[in-house]
């Protein structure tokens, strides 16, 4: 379809023809009309001359018989008659000339248009010669951008791609940020204000500049803004779903199978998006993963999800996977798996504990077998249903503790292939699928009997000899930090706001001091630096997902997670330890 610029002028043209058109079937109906009256003219002429012969002989007739006077009064009439046709003969001239003069000006009129017609194809036709080289122009720049933004996207991953090794290479914590959108309850309820204040509180002071930037527009009364930038790995847009969330969280997913320990955590003020960041969408009463809109679904359960389509790409039996969900409530450790003697879940208070290796242990924390994702998700289904929740005047639905979702994955391999060439590990693999299977079942039901051991010797031999290598999965659904004021929170809600801070200030003195690189590091003021001690400190690869809301009116808050964000990448922990275990894909 050409554009309406290409047809105006043509379509001009063509309703001033039609005009003309339509004014020369005037004229020449008006000269029908004319010929018309011109016959009617001459027969009326004709009927007049018979008239006028048949009154010349009455005349004779009454001159002879009536005398002079009769005569003259026939003169008198024969003279009108004459004068009556001396003017229509003149009337009939008149409007012969006419007809002739309408129709040499139709003719000259015809001539003038019919060459601006002419003139105005010419015109539309270089319009269209020179619109067709505009076209191939744009279609070459278009081009181009393409060449040059495929070039930037290819420059882009491989500064990424470099990015990432060096943060390997330092033990750097990854941080991204996500900016949510706005919602319902960023105006200023619960606060006698001023309207001008209420719309103020609502603008959008943080943007992702772009991927890598976040942008925010700080201003106080009497001072000049100021813009502040923050960068990290990967920053994310209102706009950017889950599904591109989850897209760059995904590659850690395949160094835990690689034997590396990996921990996933959401920082930010309550209502920043971190449940929905990390859960998905949270319905009014109870929590659930049966969303029917799966691009919904938040990092746990893709996750889950992920690792269970990694597992299956791997021999059978090789893996088995336990979850145990915990939340640290008022600086308590609760295990939201325990089961009382009739099978109910309700949370039980644990302790958390440092091994003599120097890691954090919870004992007699519940683990569960799973052998898909829809089994694990409704264990943490259950888990959620326990979560201390609380409204406030910031978010309805608040979370009062830090959940903690553990996937660990134990790895069966040969003993004999810890240093063994690849070549021997054929022999490894059939002796590994001949008892690997026995130990899912064991952990599954928790019974373990000698007759059944003493009953196959050579499986009891075979057993000696494997190994079980451990790697784990935390997924960590930080309570949010707020401000007591804006929260509204009083009695057990209060003292809820209290732990929580304090829990994150304990957790922003861990990364401090492991920053700093000092002697001590105070991973014990705090249950939540305690449980998270492997994570934080140790050997695992970590990412903070920082969530900030973009208004005005978390401003501060914004701020404080942004700060804490910034602190965080800068922690240089060593590069991650891999669990030594051979790579058993080779003997398939």
Same mark, same amino acid.
């Given at each position: ?10 379509? +001009?043209?063509a309703?001033?023809?039609r ?8 004229? #020449? ?17 004709a ?45 009939l ?22 060459? @601006?017609? *002419? ?6 036709q ?10 191939i ?7 181009s ?8 996207? %290819? =420059?882009?991953? %491989? ?7 060096l ?11 996500? !900016? ?6 960023d ?20 943007? +992702?500049?772009?991927?890598e930037?976040?942008? &925010? ?15 990290? =790995? ?5 706009? =950017? ?7 760059? &969280? ?20 309550? /209502? ?8 998905? $969408?949270?319905? #009014?009463?109870?929590?659930a993963?049966?969303i029917?809109? #799966?691009?919904?679904? /938040?990092?746990? $359960?893709?996750?889950?999800?992920? &690792? ?18 915990v939340?640290?409530?008022?600086? #308590?450790?609760?295990?939201?798996? +325990?089961?009382?003697?009739?099978? %109910? ?22 683990? =569960?077998?799973?052998e898909?994702?829809?089994?694990f ?22 979370s ?14 040969s /003993? ?35 007759s ?15 190994? @079980?290598?451990?790697?784990? *999965? ?13 929260s509204?929170a ?23 001091? !492991? ?8 991973y014990?003021?705090s ?16 990412? &903070?997902m ?14 404080q997670? *942004? ?16 669990k ?9």
């Amino acid at each position: 379809m050409r554009p309406r610029s290409e047809l105006d002028p043509g379509s +001009a043209w063509a309703q001033r023809l039609r005009q003309l058109e339509q004014r020369l079937r005037a004229k #020449e109906e008006r000269i029908v009309v004319l010929e018309t009256e011109n016959a009617a003219l001459h027969l009326k002429l004709a009927k007049y001359q018979g008239l006028a012969g048949r009154s010349t002989n009455e005349v004779l007739q009454l001159y002879s018989a009536h005398g002079q006077q009769q005569k003259l009064q026939r003169s008198s009439v024969v003279i009108q008659l004459y004068g009556a046709i001396k003017r229509l003969k003149h009337d009939l001239k008149s409007l012969r000339s006419f007809a002739l003069e309408l129709s040499k000006d139709f003719q000259r009129q015809s001539k003038t248009y019919l060459y @601006q017609v *002419l003139t105005a194809v010419q015109g539309i036709q270089l319009q269209n010669e020179a619109m067709q080289m505009f076209q191939i122009k744009a279609f070459d720049l278009e081009q181009s951008l393409q060449e040059v933004t495929e070039r930037y996207e %290819k =420059e882009t991953q %491989k500064r990424r791609a470099l990015h990432n090794s060096l943060v390997e290479l330092r033990g750097n914590i990854r941080v991204h940020c996500r !900016i949510r959108p706005l919602l319902p309850f960023d105006t200023a309820a619960g606060y006698l204000i001023s309207q001008d204040r209420q719309r103020n509180f609502s603008d959008e002071v943080a943007y +992702a500049a772009d991927d890598e930037t976040v942008l &925010v527009k700080c201003s106080r009364p009497g001072h000049a803004p100021i813009n502040k930038t923050f960068q990290f =790995e990967r920053v994310y847009s209102a706009s =950017e779903s889950q599904d591109t969330v989850f897209a760059d &969280v995904a590659p850690l997913l395949t160094s835990l199978l690689d034997g590396y320990n990996v921990c996933i955590m959401a920082y930010g003020q309550t /209502g920043s998006g971190k449940t929905y960041t990390m859960l998905g $969408p949270q319905p #009014e009463e109870n929590f659930a993963f049966a969303i029917e809109d #799966e691009s919904e679904l /938040g990092i746990i $359960p893709r996750a889950t999800q992920e &690792v269970f389509r990694l597992i299956s790409e791997k021999p059978p039996g090789s893996y088995w996977v336990e979850v145990s969900v915990v939340e640290v409530y008022n600086n #308590e450790i609760f295990d939201l798996l +325990a089961k009382d003697s009739c099978g %109910k879940v309700f949370g039980v208070k644990r302790d958390v504990v440092t091994t003599r290796e120097g890691k954090s242990d919870v004992p007699l924390l519940t683990h =569960e077998t799973v052998e898909n994702a829809s089994e694990f998700l409704h264990l943490v289904n259950k888990g959620l249903q326990l979560r201390v929740k609380h409204p406030t005047l910031v978010h309805a639905h608040s979370s009062r503790s830090h959940l903690v979702v553990t996937l660990t994955i134990t790895t069966v391999v040969s /003993g004999d292939n810890f240093g063994t060439s690849w070549e021997d590990e054929q022999t490894s693999q059939r002796l590994h699928k001949e008892v690997s299977c026995t130990f899912p079942q064991k952990m599954r039901e928790n019974k373990s009997t000698s007759s059944s051991r003493a009953s196959s010797p050579a499986q009891l031999e075979a057993t000696e000899k494997m190994k @079980q290598v451990k790697t784990r *999965l935390q997924l960590v659904d930080l309570a949010g930090s707020e401000c007591v004021g804006m929260s509204g929170a009083t009695g057990a809600a209060l003292r809820e706001t209290s732990f929580i801070n304090r829990s994150l200030s304990a957790l922003a003195d861990v990364l401090g001091a !492991i920053a700093e690189q000092r002697s001590h590091v105070p991973y014990r003021n705090s249950k939540l630096t305690h449980l998270l001690q492997d994570s934080v400190g140790g050997d695992a690869k970590l990412l &903070v997902m920082l969530c900030i809301s973009p208004t005005q009116k978390y401003l501060t808050e914004s701020m404080q997670s *942004l700060g804490f964000g910034t602190r965080a990448q800068q922690v240089q922990r060593g590069q991650g330890k891999k669990k030594n275990f051979p790579v058993l894909s080779k003997a398939k």
